[in-house]
């Protein structure tokens, strides 16, 4: 029983050490990058209501959520998406505000889903929702702070797939769906570039030979601006040539910025959540199946909470971005800053008052007594295992024993030359 505790729930697990240090700067970074721009923080409860999250509002579906209950008997879950949170916050405390609101925040998801085999259950998220704005470049922002917030995790190569979710609807509208299994199924089929289902499924409908060719031709329309004129000239729907149009204007707004090379297009990009209307965007890299960054443009959601306004956010999934930067070997090193201080009991004196001049100094001190079963080897090992940079070895009122805990290198010093600086 005891051996079962120390093992967490599938789809969750224990970061710590060296790895949760790396995991922390790296959100500070790209934090930074959401603060140079101009968003500011939101924190929301990890859990809500479950009509927060219900089916109406298109975020996931009710069986992947991790419900549980107040003492009042009310539906909670955790939450298992932020942005439903945000648009819920954004019109209680921003109700009468008509112009641009940027909002930042970090926060953890959970998903209860058999079919995340493999996958974490719990992630991090670092996003950003810029409200109030219904501008492509509203929508070029965002893209733009993606860019800036991957190479500023180190990321050297990769690519961000635009989407518009007004693209798809809009022919799903033409071709006569309206069984909400049917829509499913056919998305399903996009969404996983299954040829021949797509083809039994349209063949079953009424529908113009333009539209036909359109739907069999989704799975391969994803590359560079040609596929965008490509579908302007298959199409005859104004709803799906003013989405096209939308992602032309975007382009040649990416330019500006300079970051048209990290651009393409995927005109059968869907997402999971039901609530985007607009641009809807990914981003990938190599060395990993999943997106890094997810976002998009839902210009109906925060109405639904009570005030009307259009909004765009991103989403960068911190653990899906730490193990790509792994997996490429350009995780950020975590520098070896921290001292140990060893001491015995007659030396605690001396001890405390060195360690209180470094933290002074804004050094970080370890003070720990000493041991009798352990060696100054011991504690070179210490050193290596959490990652501590350096020790001294107080056992006398004069003289310390100095260990770089790089190179093991070991030497004698005077309490005074250290409080000099002359070590």
């Not at 995790?153 to 518009?164: I, T």
């Not at 809807?280 to 060395?287: G, L, V």
Request: aromatic share 10%.
């Amino acid at each position: 029983m005891k051996d079962k505790l120390l093992h967490t729930p599938e789809g969750v697990r224990d970061i710590y050490n060296t790895e949760c240090a790396i995991k922390l700067l790296l959100q500070k970074n790209l934090h930074q990058v959401l603060k140079l721009y101009g968003f500011r923080d939101i924190q929301t409860p990890s859990f809500e209501f479950f009509d927060i999250f219900n089916q109406e509002r298109g975020t996931v579906a009710s069986k992947d959520m991790y419900k549980l209950f107040d003492k009042e008997g009310n539906t909670m879950v955790l939450r298992p998406d932020i942005t439903p949170s945000i648009a819920r916050c954004v019109a209680k405390y921003y109700k009468d505000l008509d112009l641009p609101i940027r909002l930042c925040y970090v926060g953890n998801t959970y998903i209860n889903s058999t079919t995340y085999q493999g996958k974490l259950k719990e992630v991090t998220q670092l996003g950003a929702e810029l409200v109030n704005d219904d501008s492509v470049d509203a929508d070029a922002e965002m893209l733009a702070i993606t860019i800036e917030c991957l190479l500023k995790a180190g990321l050297k190569e990769f690519q961000l797939e635009l989407g518009n979710a007004d693209f798809l609807k809009s022919l799903i509208n033409d071709a006569g769906f309206e069984d909400e299994e049917d829509i499913a199924k056919l998305k399903d089929l996009i969404e996983n570039k299954n040829m021949f289902g797509m083809e039994e499924i349209i063949m079953n409908k009424n529908m113009t030979k333009e539209l036909e060719e359109m739907f069999l031709k989704l799975p391969e329309l994803f590359g560079t601006l040609e596929i965008l004129e490509y579908a302007k000239g298959v199409t005859k729907n104004p709803r799906a040539i003013r989405a096209i149009s939308r992602l032309e204007k975007l382009y040649d707004i990416m330019t500006e910025y300079g970051f048209e090379k990290y651009i393409s297009f995927d005109l059968g990009m869907l997402s999971k959540y039901d609530y985007y209307t607009g641009i809807i965007f990914r981003a990938y890299t190599y060395k990993t199946g999943e997106a890094i960054v997810t976002g998009g443009r839902y210009d109906n959601l925060v109405g639904q909470f009570g005030k009307d306004c259009p909004a765009i956010g991103l989403a960068i999934v911190i653990d899906n971005l730490m193990l790509a930067l792994s997996r490429q070997k350009l995780l950020p090193v975590i520098e070896s800053s921290d001292t140990l201080i060893i001491y015995t009991h007659k030396y605690r004196k001396v001890a405390i008052g060195l360690a209180s001049y470094f933290r002074k100094e804004g050094n970080n001190v370890i003070l720990q007594l000493a041991k009798d079963n352990k060696s100054i080897e011991d504690y070179q090992s210490y050193l290596k295992s959490m990652n501590i940079g350096g020790l001294l070895y107080i056992d006398s009122n004069k003289d310390i024993i100095l260990i770089d805990a790089d190179n093991g290198k070991r030497q004698i010093v005077s309490i005074d030359e250290i409080i000099q600086g002359e070590i």
